[in-house]
């Protein structure tokens, strides 16, 4: 009988070498994986993970010295890298006012300097104020050419001037609000202010309807304890109502009413009061709760886009008739939009008042039939109808 030939047992020893050098290699590639596994995910999270955001804390009112407002003089600004924190204090704003002069610089404004200068807004944090109030820091060079008390001392009681008008005009019109009381001191006066005893000092006068340029009384003790009466003049202005926004609102995002509120603070003289202007709008940028509502802050979107099935209302004096149609254009709101019955045989133009609402102009319907004046009136009539499906 044949022998069958033993077969050798599997063992490096009996091996050729080179299922050891591939078990070697093996076991050496994967030590090496397992090594350079943490650096691999070490480099991965530093090329994604974002940068360092630099804080801006804007502040309720700045005094500058210099021809332009920076951004240092408006917000408190920090950051870890000291180039870049440098560089963003020494960012130009506006130039700054007249002495004797306030301007409210807005949020919206200040940004838009930033996104000048090539700043990428996404890497800072802005918090504090939406509307700061800037104004020259009054020197004693400039007293002599414009006759302002404008020394330390002075400038410490205008704004207790400022405090005492603003408390005692709470009392006498509380329907005017918050309030901007600007006085007008005197070089004359100084010495008088420089012994003004900071608790001391009161205020009465002016005459209704407390707007406008008003005369009061100061009253004061100096340090030996002596009254003084001073006439100064001040005017009173009321700050503006505006809307602002009553919630955080998302780029995009559409405005309606619930999202506003109306306040009595600075705001740019282009900032909205009615809601009729922000209601059906987008929002152009993240808003802060709070911030005004300007023409920069929103984009008009079509509350009626072609196509829509329309509710249109008819309104005459003590009723109000609606009917279902389609639209054959787009339109935001106040605009003029062309709308047809389902069959479209009649149209209409009417005014965009909602989100799939139009309201005819005039108390005539403007139905025009094309084919005869009778088919005219009687889709008058047909307008009068209770709304139905399509």
């Keep these: 009988m044949r022998e069958r030939p033993k077969r050798r047992a599997s063992c490096p020893e009996h091996n050729d070498g080179r299922g050891l050098s591939?078990?070697?290699?093996?076991?050496?590639?994967?030590?090496?994986?397992?090594?350079?596994?943490?650096?691999?995910?070490?480099?991965?999270?530093?090329?994604?993970?974002?940068?360092?955001?630099?804080?801006?804390?804007?502040?309720?009112?700045?005094?500058?010295?210099?021809?332009?407002?920076?951004?240092?003089?408006?917000?408190?600004?920090?950051?870890?890298?000291?180039a870049r924190l440098d560089r963003l204090k020494r960012m130009e704003l506006v130039p700054t006012p007249p002495p004797g002069q306030t301007i409210h610089l807005p949020f919206s404004q200040i940004r838009s300097r930033l996104e000048a200068h090539g700043i990428n807004l996404a890497e800072l944090d802005f918090s504090g104020r939406s509307v700061?109030?800037?104004?020259?820091?009054?020197?004693?060079?400039?007293?002599?050419?414009?006759?302002?008390?404008?020394?330390?001392?002075?400038?410490?009681?205008r704004q207790l001037i400022i405090a005492a008008a603003s408390r005692y005009l709470a009392s006498k019109a509380p329907e005017l609000g918050n309030i901007v009381v600007t006085p007008e001191l005197h070089a004359a006066q100084s010495p008088l202010f420089r012994e003004v005893v900071d608790e001391t000092l009161r205020l009465d006068g002016g005459r209704?309807?407390?707007?406008?340029?008003?005369?009061?009384?100061?009253?004061?003790?100096?340090?030996?304890?002596?009254?003084?009466?001073?006439?100064?003049?001040?005017?009173?202005?009321?700050?503006?109502?505006?809307?602002?926004?009553?919630?955080?609102?998302?780029?995009?995002?559409?405005?309606?009413?619930?999202?506003?509120?109306?306040?009595?603070?600075?705001?740019?003289?282009?900032?909205?009061?009615?809601?009729?202007?922000?209601?059906?709008?987008?929002a152009a940028r993240a808003i802060r709760a709070g911030e005004p509502m300007g023409p920069d802050e929103i984009v008009s979107v079509p509350l009626i886009r072609s196509?829509?099935?329309?509710?249109?209302?008819?309104?005459?004096?003590?009723?109000?008739?609606?009917?279902?149609?389609?639209?054959?254009?787009?339109?935001?709101?106040?605009?003029?939009?062309?709308?047809?019955?389902?069959?479209?045989?009649?149209?209409?133009?009417?005014?965009?008042?909602?989100?799939?609402?139009?309201?005819?102009?005039?108390?005539?319907?403007?139905?025009r039939d094309q084919r005869s004046e009778v088919r005219g009136r009687q889709s008058q009539r047909e307008f009068a109808a209770p709304l139905a499906s399509p």
């Design 208 to 282: 209704a309807p407390w707007t406008g340029l008003q005369q009061f009384t100061v009253h004061f003790n100096d340090r030996s304890g002596r009254d003084h009466a001073v006439l100064v003049k001040a005017t009173v202005e009321p700050l503006p109502w505006v809307l602002t926004a009553a919630v955080p609102l998302a780029t995009g995002q559409l405005v309606h009413a619930a999202d506003l509120e109306r306040r009595q603070m600075a705001a740019p003289k282009d900032a909205f009061r009615d809601a009729r202007q922000v209601v059906g709008t987008q």
């Design 307 to 367: 196509g829509d099935t329309v509710t249109v209302y008819s309104r005459r004096p003590g009723i109000v008739v609606g009917r279902r149609m389609r639209a054959r254009g787009d339109g935001a709101s106040g605009d003029d939009v062309l709308l047809t019955s389902f069959d479209g045989r009649e149209r209409l133009s009417a005014r965009v008042v909602g989100v799939r609402e139009a309201e005819v102009r005039s108390q005539r319907s403007e139905v």
């Design 22 to 82: 591939l078990a070697l290699r093996a076991r050496s590639s994967g030590t090496v994986a397992r090594r350079l596994l943490p650096l691999a995910f070490l480099v991965a999270f530093s090329l994604h993970a974002p940068a360092v955001a630099a804080t801006v804390r804007f502040k309720a009112s700045a005094s500058v010295a210099g021809e332009i407002v920076t951004l240092s003089d408006v917000a408190d600004v920090s950051h870890s890298d000291t």
């Design 132 to 157: 700061v109030a800037v104004r020259r820091s009054v020197t004693p060079s400039t007293a002599a050419v414009t006759g302002d008390a404008s020394d330390a001392a002075a400038d410490d009681v």
